[in-house]
């Protein structure tokens, strides 16, 4: 039940946008996406629930369409501070949780 | 100051000698995990506990014990650790509010503890 994520590693000059892509097999009651600094434990970005809302976090918004089982991470204009492993989350049954296969976001001057 | 602690931070040890591995926070948060993550497999859950005497396998439980004495406390026991279990071990806790499911909420993470196992 592990979502699997796209693209697995990006490179982006400052100011540069980037979609990170989650994608579940099985259907989707919310999504959760962390990011996690290198050397650090993972840190609580955004949670979606179902109705396809879209939340933001400074300039990290995200969408999730319960269709299609996935959700999307949108970073804008990046800044050097936005460099990490991305992570999406989803519930499984039983209160279990799966991350996804992680992003690997470089920003470079 | 809120929290999850986690120890020891780094452990090193042989094959075969048990060991347990201590996750304790105080925000009084139901809900308690325990992931490990490996390079390429990102975290992948162990453990967790829905509350006190609630526990219940994640993905990869096998050889590994929990238990849930006390709302804080959330230990991982490795009874006869093998060096597949060399890994980053994190603990987290999530609050459980009322509308949302028992792990519907924000995940706080400890610092994580690196297990070599020779």
């Known amino acids: 039940q592990q979502p699997v994520q796209s693209p697995q590693a990006v490179i982006l000059r400052e100011g540069e946008d980037a979609v990170i892509n989650c994608s579940s097999s099985?259907?989707?009651?919310?999504v959760h996406w962390y990011r996690q600094k290198h050397g650090e434990a993972p840190v609580f970005l955004m949670i979606?629930?179902?109705?396809?809302e879209q939340k933001g976090h400074d300039k990290i918004s995200a969408s999730f369409n319960e269709k299609k089982q996935q959700s999307s991470l949108y970073l804008t204009a990046s800044q050097l501070s936005y460099s990490g492993t991305y992570f999406c989350?989803?519930?499984?049954?039983?209160?279990?949780?799966?991350f996804g296969t992680g992003t690997s976001l470089t920003v470079i001057p | 100051e809120a929290q999850v602690t986690q120890n020891p931070r780094y452990l090193i040890t042989v094959t075969g000698k048990k060991l347990t591995v201590t996750c304790s926070q105080n925000?009084?948060?139901?809900?308690m995990s325990w992931y490990r993550q490996d390079p390429g497999l990102g975290l992948r859950q162990i453990y967790y506990?829905?509350?006190?005497?609630?526990?219940d396998k994640g993905d990869v439980p096998e050889g590994y014990k929990v238990s849930r004495k006390e709302k804080r406390n959330f230990p991982l026991i490795l009874e006869s650790p093998s060096p597949n279990q060399t890994s980053l071990y994190f603990c987290?806790?999530?609050?459980?509010?009322?509308?949302?499911?028992?792990?519907?909420?924000?995940?706080?993470f400890g610092p994580g503890t690196r297990l070599t196992v020779l």
């Open positions: 987290a806790s999530s609050p459980h509010t009322s509308g949302r499911t028992p792990v519907g909420n924000e995940q706080f």
């Open positions: 989350g989803t519930e499984g049954t039983g209160n279990q949780f799966y």
């Open positions: 925000m009084n948060h139901e809900y």
């Open positions: 506990s829905m509350n006190v005497e609630v526990t």
């Open positions: 099985k259907a989707l009651y919310s």
């Open positions: 979606l629930l179902k109705g396809g």
